[in-house]
């Protein structure tokens, strides 16, 4: 697949052994140490702004943001998507992938670049996709930071009930209605000390629509199927031994913040960053004392330690 040029960067592609094809955009110098971002439920490489991407590479990093299956340019499984009931009642079809499928996809990205270990960051879904890549495959693991995630377990980490309404409104069709139903949820979740830039939210949900190789509307089906595929995954968090930081906010209507708590109970020496008024979103506000808390955290482990210094 040729690479193609956009306003963040250039779409390059990984074909992986699996048959999957992983977009992914390459930031920064070679040499630096490498940071992998791994994006959230229906989320494309995009989401990632370029101020954020551009936050890290200025403090030293090489910045790889990737596509997760079933999203923007990487591969849309031939597999149907799950009926509605079977994503309300959690029975995911026989031919379902699960997380360790995409953290599968992730890894082979870093193979197809030939990065031996990597900081490993992931927010919402990514971070469970994240947090998958330092139980399974440790040693390319150098740090793992999961934001605004959660463990899997039943009890923690779930969405408050008008958020569920707001998931339960019929897909959108259309490249508009696509932004209208972004910005309603983004409203909703972003927490109520950051308001959202609507024209900059506007934009990035066109983007991701444009992006789009496939039907977005499958695609976060068969992502929601691959969370409800994996379960509770707690017990493997727990043989998690890279140093590991977990961030978010104390106001999320997405991932309530008991996720990132049974995160940080579940991970040894997990070190825990907790920010006043912010939700299920990085408004730009946030992006410089987030990828400051990302690199302290990346720098600490590079001098040897394994803990966070938190001001």
Known sequence: MPETSGAEGVDRFAA??????????DFGDEADPAILLVAGLGEDLTFWTDSFSGSLVARGFRVVAIDNRDVGQSTFVSAPPPALWRQIAARPRGDAYALADMAQDAVGVLDHLGIPRVHLVGRSMGGMIAQTIAATAPERVLSLTSLYSTTGAKKVGRPALSTIRLLA??????????????LRLTRHVAGTGYPIDDVAEAAIAARGWDRSAGDPAAGVARQIQAIQ???????????????????NGDRDLLVDPSGGAATVRAIRSAQHVVIPGMGHHIPEALVGPVTEYIAQHANRVGEGGNHVRIS
């Open 16 to 25: 992986l052994p699996s048959g999957v094809t992983i977009c992914f955009r």
């Open 169 to 182: 409104a019929p897909p959108a069709r259309t490249r508009t209605a696509a932004v209208r139903a972004h």
């Open 229 to 247: 595929r994996s379960g509770d995954r707690t017990s493997q968090l727990r043989t998690i031994t890279a140093p590991t930081l977990v961030i």
